[in-house]
C-alpha cells in the first residue's frame, strides 16, 4: 500500500482492507440536496432504455423526475440531466447506489429517510423481496 502505516490508525487500515488506498467508499448519511427528491416509489422498469441513446447497459432513474438514462461511462447523460435541470441525485439500476452529482458522492440510501422509499421500490422491483432493514 501507498503511503507510511506507522501509528495505530494506518496500521489499522493497513490490516483491514480500509482507508484511501482500499477502493472503498463510505457513502453519505446525510446531504443538502434531498429537497429536489421525488418521494413517491414509483419507478421507472428495469428494463428501461436510457431517455436519449436508448442503451441498456448502467442505466440510472433521475430521483426528482424519473427520467431514465445512462451512466458517464456509457455516454453520461444523468450526468448531463443534472448539468442541464439541476436534478442532483440518481439510483443506479445496476447497485442500487445512489449518486447526488452536486455532493460528488454517493449517498446511503438505507439510512436516508428521503431515499428509503425509491430504494425500497427499486429492490423489491429487483429483486422479488422487500429490502432487508439495516440498523
Not at 429537497?35 to 441513446?53: G, K, Q, S, T
Request: hydrophobic share 35%; net charge negative; charged share 20%.
Amino acid at each position: 500500500m501507498a503511503g507510511s502505516t506507522s501509528g495505530s490508525q494506518g496500521g489499522l487500515e493497513a490490516l483491514s482492507g480500509c482507508g484511501e488506498d482500499s477502493g472503498w467508499v463510505e457513502a453519505r448519511t446525510s446531504c443538502p440536496h434531498l429537497d429536489r427528491v421525488c418521494n413517491a416509489p414509483l419507478l421507472p422498469r428495469f428494463d428501461a432504455p436510457c431517455a436519449i441513446c436508448g442503451d441498456h447497459r448502467e442505466n440510472w432513474v433521475c430521483l426528482s423526475c424519473r427520467k431514465v438514462l445512462c451512466g458517464r461511462f456509457i455516454n453520461g447523460h444523468m450526468l448531463s440531466h443534472f448539468q442541464e435541470f439541476g436534478h442532483p441525485s440518481a439510483l443506479s439500476y445496476r447497485d442500487l447506489s445512489v449518486w447526488c452529482f452536486a455532493c460528488d458522492s454517493y449517498l446511503d440510501a438505507q439510512v436516508i429517510s428521503e431515499l428509503r422509499p425509491a430504494f425500497d421500490a427499486a429492490h423489491a422491483m429487483k429483486f422479488g423481496t422487500p429490502a432487508p432493514l439495516r440498523c
